[in-house]
């Protein structure tokens, strides 16, 4: 009776490491542990005993999914390590026809290995270097358009 208890305790502590370390490590560990608890269960008390003990082990990881998706990320101690702002900037392209920008010189806002971001006449834009390598603050001319993004050569 006492490795049963102390399979099913450490297949806990196994679990509550989980919730804490990235990778399925400790879960996969605790898993292992509870199921030799039962399989020990079953064979000193017979099916009755194993039965119990894995209906006991359902319980117990059940609670713990609970505590670990649904009551921890409410807690204070979680809180601190949650993202709450965002730094208000938007991701989305600007839609850009290619007869308006394509021959137009743009500045390099960041060095683009090939791909950056662009100024022309005051409008952030994704591009492609097709040159390669454009240091930011390079003076660059638009050849063309792909499907998000500017194409862009050296001047």
């Known amino acids: 009776m006492n490795?049963?208890?102390?399979?099913?305790?450490?297949?806990?502590?196994?679990?509550?490491f989980e919730v804490f370390t990235p990778g399925p490590v400790f879960?996969?560990?605790?898993?292992?542990?509870?199921?030799?608890?039962?399989a020990v269960a079953a064979m000193t008390s017979g099916v009755?005993?194993?039965?119990?003990?894995?209906?006991?082990?359902?319980?117990?990881?059940s609670a713990t999914l609970y505590a670990e998706l649904v009551w921890l990320p409410k807690t204070r101690f979680a809180q601190r390590f949650s993202v709450h702002s965002t730094s208000g900037t938007?991701?989305?392209q600007q839609d850009?026809?290619?007869d308006a920008v394509v021959g137009k010189t743009a500045e390099a806002l960041t060095t683009l290995a090939?791909?950056?971001?662009?100024?022309?006449?005051?409008h952030r834009y994704e591009a492609f270097c097709q040159s390669g390598h454009a240091e930011r603050g390079a003076q660059l001319r638009v050849t063309g358009l792909d499907n998000f993004r500017l194409i862009v050569t050296k001047i």
Do not use: Q
């Open 114 to 122: 090939p791909s950056g971001y662009v100024s022309i006449e005051g």
């Open 3 to 16: 490795i049963i208890v102390l399979l099913f305790i450490l297949g806990l502590v196994f679990m509550f």
């Open 27 to 38: 879960g996969i560990l605790g898993g292992i542990t509870l199921m030799g608890g039962i």
């Open 48 to 61: 009755s005993g194993g039965l119990i003990a894995g209906i006991v082990a359902l319980a117990t990881v």
């Open 90 to 92: 938007t991701i989305r």
């Open 96 to 98: 850009v026809e290619a």
